[in-house]
């Protein structure tokens, strides 16, 4: 009884561990794949199949601006390596971290698998023999494979965004200077305004005054003549 309630427990684990994986985390990474949209362009779920595909991405850097045009440095990112899914139709050509075709041996009675991949992982037929026990292992060592693969895309994705962040920091200082450069530029053109007030001002007071000046000698000289 307790050999057979111990089988019963196993039964129910791997079953609740496959729905786990089949329901949840495999579907999981596919919608995340499929919804990692920016700018209208996705680089984890892609179709290699695609007329016009190309794996090699531009990402804008910075842009330089002369009299006569704007020109614009590029970032190259090639997403071979970091592709998640891939929507092309033969299955034995895709080439996603998920889906692409690794293949499991033979496990005892159990057949061989060509076309096994992470998506395809199923362990709902499995047993407590030793060929269910080396399938379960196989699986395992072909998730690590794709776990492997991906961290490698992401450290790709983590040099490229550290460049990207650079040219971002370069170019933010490289607008404060100019921001502080053309505040200069105004601050100095209000002093020689407001100098250039005073001086007109100071003239304006002189010729008053020498008017002033004028109309009194003519006044003192007449002062004079009825004298």
Known sequence: MVALATLSDINNSLAMTNNRVSTGLQSDTTNMAGAAVSNVQNFLAVDTSAAGFNAT????????????AVTVSTIEFDISDAVLTDARGTAASKTGILDQQRGVAAAGA???????????VDISGL???????TRIDQFIALVD???TETISAQNEVGVTLARAESQESFISALMD?????????VD???????TRLRALQTQQQLAVESLAIANASAQNILTLFRN
């Open 127 to 133: 047993t407590t023999s030793a060929g269910s026990q």
């Open 188 to 194: 100095a053109d209000m002093e020689e305004e407001s």
């Open 177 to 185: 200077a100019n921001d502080r450069a053309i505040g200069a530029l």
């Open 145 to 147: 494979e794709a776990l």
């Open 57 to 68: 991405k531009s990402i804008v850097a910075s842009f330089e601006r002369s009299a006569t």
């Open 110 to 120: 159990i057949a061989a698998d060509a076309a096994a991949n992470v998506l395809s």
